[in-house]
């Protein structure tokens, strides 16, 4: 069976500053630079546009630093609105990724354990900690999102674990997950 091209909009949002724009050009040019302007202008500029903005994805990617617990708290507020303005064809939820962004610097605002119990208490497909600065677990992370877009395709890849649990992308015996 030959193979063809899929084309999926992934949404990626968080607060200002979470490492959004450097995500994308992490995953998609390999590259980091500190040196990065508002991407957008403003959140309540932007507040006005997501539905427009949401249309049409399959997937969405909410980003947090880890440093700032306000950036965590105000994730559940982009996953409510994310699920007020959009669902998949089927009327589900679209696949979202919870990133603990800035890994790498300590302290951390908030336990490994409250971002598991918020992860599964706001319905996101899993989470886990990135750096961008270092390319930590982002094309694992983001491999996780396109997995998960295909299945809903039904270009099915096997089944996913969708309970907003930790998603280990190291490799080992996770059930259901592999790793590069």
């Known amino acids: 069976m030959a193979g063809h091209d899929r084309m999926f909009k992934v949404l990626v949002v ?20 500190k040196h990065y302007k508002s991407t957008v202008g403003g959140q309540e500029r932007f507040t006005s546009m997501t539905r427009l903005y949401y249309r049409e994805a399959s997937a969405c990617v909410i980003m947090f630093d880890v440093t ?39 302290p951390w605002a908030v336990t490994r354990d409250q971002i598991d119990r918020f992860s599964k208490e706001n319905g996101f497909t899993g989470w886990t900690e990135t750096s961008v600065k270092e ?46």
């Not at 959004?20 to 590259?31: A, E, F, N, P």
């Not at 982009?78 to 919870?98: A, I, M, R, Y």
């Not at 096997?158 to 080992?172: A, E, K, V």
């Open 14 to 33: 968080g607060d200002a500053a979470v490492g959004k724009t450097s995500l994308v050009q992490r995953y998609s040019q390999d590259s980091f630079s």
């Open 68 to 106: 700032n617990a306000t950036t965590f708290s105000n994730s559940q507020r982009w996953k409510q609105d994310l699920d007020s303005k959009l669902t998949l064809p089927n009327g589900e939820p679209v696949p979202c990724l919870l990133l603990a962004n800035k890994c790498d610097l300590t």
């Open 135 to 180: 390319n930590k677990n982002i094309n694992e992370a983001m491999r996780v999102l396109v997995e998960k877009m295909m299945m809903n395709s039904g270009d099915g890849l096997g089944t996913l674990p969708s309970q907003g649990d930790y998603i280990n992308l190291q490799p080992g015996p996770t059930p259901g997950w592999t790793c590069c």
